[in-house]
């Protein structure tokens, strides 16, 4: 129960998890796709915006220009603006400057009046000026040459901003049917700039339009392109970041989550395992406290289950105590440079001091180079590896300790007749608080510590253990050291 709670606890972390770091990044996602559909709007906007100021006092100089040349016809003098010059009739004026030549009567000598009209689908400017002839006073109609005009503004344009990129022209009223389609299509042919402002003219020139372009290719669209390719970098890198960021997330919440499943097994094995002694010591003193043991005999058998008892609970406390030192970094290895010969020797004395119900064979490869180890802190190792050949391997014991050379390395290698290790679990065994999921490992006491100590011991002196198996032949541990140089 405890562990499928753990696993829903872990499972409804990874949920938030998963909704607090990908919500956020959707809604980002969807502002970032919104953002940059708008993009090019926004650019031309802006340019627009930017450009309109500009137009506005380009358009006020056109006006004066056309002003300076109405002006010219009531001095009398020429101006490249003016096309043509006659007196207009009052009583007959041209289609469409009825209402202006009215105006115009009313307006003082010297003064002009600016109109248009459309002849036959051709827009034309007027200047109705007013001045005294031979006769009298009377008005001129004065036409404004508009072809004239549009090539004169991109030098206005020069001389009101000369740091200008763009270029400023003057677009006439839109034409229909064939000749539109045929300014269209030339138009498009030699067109090599990009619009980016556009006013409308007032009269005398309705209808026209100026216009800022920008050689070159589209600037609205390269910008657009340059911030799209920056956002969908930055997303990029966005959800780079985030998976990486989840994938580590996830792999510390497995890490804690695994180890708390194994320090769970670790207190159950560990309170087995203590439980089984403490409960014979107490059988055992109870039951010299209370006077069964009658004979010698039966009182020294007490005592030396006691004795064996106590000695099994110390080892277990030792061994607590020995990976609390190895995690902690307070047990501190003395190395010495020894001969590997001498070094199996010592284990086997120290194997035989524990009276154990086995035997093993020792095959040592002649001419082995020595080897810096802490003699103590190796021979742990080693009989730890004994002990559990010992214990895994049935009634009939074969257990082999062989030393051999392995190209510039040392192998020390415990052998056995076992079951043999699962493939899944020739990693896991030297884990801390891991133990195989098997009916062997169940019935056999142990706190899946010793082959943790093992591995913290070796790779501390510069080498690594190993395990080779196979399932109803044995097993195979190897310890591979450093040489001395």
Known sequence: MAQASEYIEFRRAFVWLLCGMLLPSVALVAFGVVAVANERVAVERRLAEDYESRLRSLEREIRGRLDHAADAVARGTTDPLVSAVTVLAPEAPPAGLEEAAKSAETLPIGSHLLASNDAQGVHRAWALVRAVGAVGERTLLAHLDTQALAAQV???GEARFPREHADFRLLPP???GLAALKRIVAEAGNNTSTVVGRVAMGPPLEGFALVAELPGDDPAAALAFRNRSL???LLVLLYLGIGVGFGLTIREMRRAYKLSRLKTDFVANISHELRTPLTSVR???ETLRDGRATTPEEVRECVELLSSESER???????LLS???LESGQRM????TMQVPALLEEIAVAYRAQQLDATYDTVVEPGLPAVDVDREAMAQVVLNLLHNAVKYTG???RILLRARRAEKSVAIEVQDNGPGVRFKDRKRIFERFYRGDDLLSRQTEGTGLGLAICKKIVEAHGGRIEVDSKLGEGSTFRIVLPVVE
């Open 333 to 336: 290895l003395r190395k010495e």
């Open 154 to 156: 991109p030098l206005l």
């Open 174 to 176: 839109r034409e229909g």
């Open 323 to 325: 990976w609390s030192r």
């Open 283 to 285: 059988l055992f003193a």
């Open 395 to 397: 009634e009939v014991k």
């Open 313 to 319: 609970l110390s080892k277990l406390v030792e061994k």
């Open 231 to 233: 956002y969908v970098g």
